[in-house]
């Protein structure tokens, strides 16, 4: 059942970035079916936070226990070359891995499609790994998660393992 849940999800994701064609390099502006990035025991959601003009620390992206906000909720969206930019539905913003960061921690921000805002979705029998086009390096969710939210819960990328960490459900 959890293949199959997985299976469907991943053929959904890469059947909307194969639809598109070939979408714009700027940022994205194709609203495609909201999806939640999950834990693989679904216990936990990336969820955005803050206004993405606002100060960087208050756009974080945690994990979280769910809340059935728009907060959890993601829209991927074709970009050139088949990667994929996922926009919160709460802030409009893209998720992001900023290069220029101090940190390697998520966030989301204006969506203009460039590279550190791009995704290759792919995905494995144990789930779906969410890779950075501008770093390389993996979507990497907190090995343990509190509340209320503290740092220890922030998104962040990291050299692509496998790992569990790294190992997320994309659920419709």
Not at 47 to 59: E, K
């Amino acid at each position: 059942m959890v293949r199959r849940l997985l299976g469907a999800a991943s053929a959904v994701v890469a059947g909307l970035a194969l639809s598109c064609g070939q979408a714009a390099a700027a940022a994205p502006d194709r609203a495609e079916l909201p999806v939640l990035l999950a834990d693989t025991e679904l216990s936990a959601y990336a969820t955005a936070g803050g206004d993405i003009t606002g100060p960087a620390d208050d756009r974080y992206v945690r994990m979280l226990p769910a809340t059935g906000t728009d907060a959890q909720r993601w829209e991927p969206r074709a970009l050139d070359g088949g990667a994929t930019a996922l926009v919160s539905l709460a802030t409009g913003g893209c998720l992001t891995a900023d290069p220029a960061a101090a940190t390697r921690f998520v966030t989301t921000s204006p969506c203009d499609g460039g590279a550190a805002q791009s995704w290759d979705l792919k995905t494995g029998d144990a789930g779906t790994l969410l890779v950075n086009r501008g770093l390389g390096a993996c979507l990497t969710r907190p090995s343990v998660s509190t509340v209320p939210p503290v740092a220890e819960d922030r998104l962040s990328v990291a050299a692509c393992d496998g790992s569990e960490e790294q190992t997320f459900r994309l659920v419709v």
